[in-house]
């Protein structure tokens, strides 16, 4: 998540953005999910069956890639909201990919093992190539340092170029029709790749199976630079997490501090310079301690930004931290069900072995 100056600034006229930009920023979504989830139903296939990996052993580096690649987006976040700005994450993250999927790529093309007289009796017998693990386990990083950059930025990127600012009642309905058919494209995307892209992996070879997602992923990343000239770039201001954290510090530090009656108006609050004044809501109040102005002539300096930020924030710091304290029960409800769907490749190991494929 970023948080820039355009979002407390009063809303002003706009060249770029709207809804023009949403289809550049749709299809690159489109095209990286169906790339990117179309790699990883057959992995565990992948691992076992050309690296002759035993199953917990794959099971095993597809577990690591899957932490990577859960992970890493909160450094993606992190590195957008406080040094390159949303696009350029977005844009790097998809080139990241492309180049894990073109070394993924090659990990199918070149040989594993050397052929020796040993191969000819028992595949397991023969020596694998030197190179050939360390260029599998850059592919996979590759790919999870990608979509580290593109996961967290994407869809608050598209919000970006609708949202006004205004909070007017049409304004909040264009961005919730924009999530609305984000989501959608996300789940069709995920069944096209669960349905297409494994059918090619498993009728015509792992050659052309993971040659597909690299043409797709480079597809994503054109249609995404197409639209660059049209884009609404936010710079980078501060990171919503060290917002967070400032703001618990600086309630924490408050807490001794009487709260103004819920009737005071915006003056006795800290609102960026520049923006609309504004209080505080009334919900998780106890939050409201750290934006409450007590002395603004220590508090401020001579620019409006508070001389301690840790004592003192602004009202949309507390309320983007509020925000996100609210969100955490929902949250949370996904982990068990994020365990469940992680166990996806044991149905696929159980068929195999019962087939005589392979043993794990």
Known sequence: ??????????PEPRKKGGLRTIPFI?????????????????????????????????????YLWSAMTNF?????????????GRFRVIALG???????????????????YKKTSECAADPRDCTRLPSQLPLLFTSLMLMSVGAGGIRPCTLAFGADQLDKRDNSVKNVRTLQTFFNWYYTVLGLSVVFAALVIVYIQD????V??????VVLMLVALTLFLLGSPFYLKAKADRSVLVSIVQVLVASYNNRGETLPPETTDASCFHNKAGSRPRVPTSKLRSMNRACVLRNPSKELKADGSA???????????VEDAKAVIRVLPIWSTGIIPGVIVGQQMFPCCRPARWSGGWAA
Do not use: H
């Open 1 to 10: 998540m970023e948080v820039s100056t355009m979002e407390e600034a009063l």
């Open 26 to 62: 749709i299809s690159n979504e489109i095209f990286e999910k169906v790339a990117s989830f179309g790699l990883q139903p057959n992995m565990i296939l992948y691992l076992t069956k050309r690296y002759y990996m035993t199953a917990a052993d794959g099971a095993m580096v597809i």
């Open 94 to 112: 998809t080139i990241v990919s492309l180049s894990g999927m073109c070394m993924l790529l090659l990990t199918a093309i070149l040989p594993v």
């Open 208 to 213: 052309i199976g993971y040659s597909v997602p």
């Open 203 to 206: 009728n015509k070879g792992w």
């Open 307 to 317: 001389c301690d930020p840790w004592r003192l924030c602004t009202v949309q710091q």
């Open 72 to 84: 890493l987006p909160i450094s993606g976040a992190v590195l957008a909201d406080v040094y390159l």
